[in-house]
């Protein structure tokens, strides 16, 4: 079985090395994007099986990515996971409604990430990731 590629769309490159290190110890292939600009065209590119996107971006919002993503056909059926530490009450309810799949707050438990993530990618419970 081919490994299952994730985007990660996300502005801070802290974040971004975290998420590298916790899906690539979970046999992932990561593709990231640092604005909303490149998030499209990187999702183009590499046409992800998941994409994870923060909300506070430079250059738009990711409100606008879920826009566009939604819009495009070959990449509308991308499952998306909106991470965000912001405004949670509102911004989960009209990241639902823009058609993200799963709404988590930052900062994420890696454990319960990971579960959303095999049950976006139709994929049995994986084990917990390495310590």
């Known amino acids: 079985m081919s490994k299952k590629t994730i985007l990660v769309v996300e502005d801070d490159a802290d974040v971004r090395?975290?998420?590298?290190?916790?899906l690539k110890a979970n046999n992932y292939e990561t593709v990231f994007a640092?604005?909303?600009s490149s998030a499209v065209s990187e999702a183009?590119?590499?046409?992800?099986?998941?994409?994870?996107?923060?909300?506070?971006?430079p250059a738009g919002d990711g409100f606008?990515?879920?826009d566009?993503?939604?819009?495009?056909?070959?990449?509308?059926?991308?499952p998306v996971i909106v991470v965000s530490g912001r405004d949670l009450p509102a911004n989960k309810r009209r990241s639902l409604e823009a058609g993200a799949k799963a709404?988590?707050?930052k900062?994420?438990?890696?454990?319960?990430?990971l579960a959303i993530i095999s049950e976006q990618l139709g994929q049995p419970e994986v084990?917990?990731?390495?310590?």
């Open 68 to 78: 566009r993503l939604r819009s495009l056909m070959p990449l509308s059926g991308i």
């Open 34 to 36: 640092a604005d909303s």
């Open 44 to 57: 183009r590119r590499h046409h992800p099986d998941l994409i994870i996107l923060d909300l506070g971006l």
């Open 17 to 22: 090395l975290g998420y590298g290190v916790l």
């Open 127 to 131: 084990p917990a990731h390495p310590r």
């Open 107 to 113: 900062p994420w438990d890696d454990d319960d990430l």
């Open 103 to 105: 709404f988590v707050q």
């Open 64 to 66: 606008i990515v879920l």
